[in-house]
């Protein structure tokens, strides 16, 4: 109950105090590129429920913009204001609308699209039993994911067999050890990384 009331008091909170910044956010879109200003995508919630995630759309519209495509580690696509957007974080301003209606936490393992969450299903059972988050330690951990993928040969594979065993590790990690504390020492590491390179 203190988590859901701290959810809603400061996802409210932020979205009417960020309002300026996300019209701004709507505008620069718009004029950079045309198109949504908003990137909707279906991931897996709470007792492997679906849901819409919200985020500001950072990268060229076109025909596979809402499809479930891999394609973190290619920045081809990714506009102007889009690199700009990911660097900070600002991209996922949106999820505050989905904390406040329900579909997910500020603090909690992130979720992930159907694919993913198929091809380990055992630990997916345990780790969605608590509903995903806008961020985690392993968000903290794997801040700059896109440029580690960027490197490899095979972003997906490597995403498959490394990145995403080690984010599953951490979400149990954190299902087993979770606390008000705990969430708010998350929230201030969070912050505290979008200003390390």
């Known amino acids: 109950m203190v988590k859901r009331a701290f959810d809603i008091i400061i ?16 505008l620069v879109i718009v004029i950079d590129d045309g198109g949504s200003v908003f990137f909707k995508q279906k991931r897996i919630g709470l007792n492997q429920r679906p849901f819409t995630l919200y985020k500001f759309r950072s990268m060229t519209a076109s025909n596979n913009t809402f499809k479930e495509n891999f394609d973190a580690g290619d920045k081809s696509r990714v506009t ?13 301003l949106p999820q505050l609308f989905n904390v406040l209606i329900g579909d997910m ?7 992930e699209v159907e694919k993913w969450v198929d091809i380990y299903p055992q630990q997916w059972a345990f780790v969605l039993t608590m509903k995903p988050g806008i961020t985690d330690n392993a968000a903290v951990l794997f801040r700059n994911e896109e440029d580690i993928l960027a490197k490899v040969s095979n972003p997906e594979m490597y995403y498959k067999e490394i990145i995403l065993p080690q984010k599953l590790n951490i979400y149990s990690e954190y299902i087993l050890n979770h606390s008000f504390t705990v969430d708010i020492l998350i929230i201030v590491k969070t912050i505290l990384s979008i200003f390390k390179k």
Do not use: C, N, Q, Y
């Not at 957007?85 to 991209?91: A, G, S, Y």
């Not at 936490?105 to 992130?110: A, D, I, K």
């Open 105 to 111: 936490s500020l603090v909690g393992p992130r979720p």
């Open 80 to 92: 102007k204001i889009g690199t700009i957007l990911r660097k900070t974080k600002l991209d996922e």
């Open 11 to 26: 996802s409210a909170t932020g979205l009417i105090i960020l309002l300026p910044l996300e019209i701004l956010i709507a």
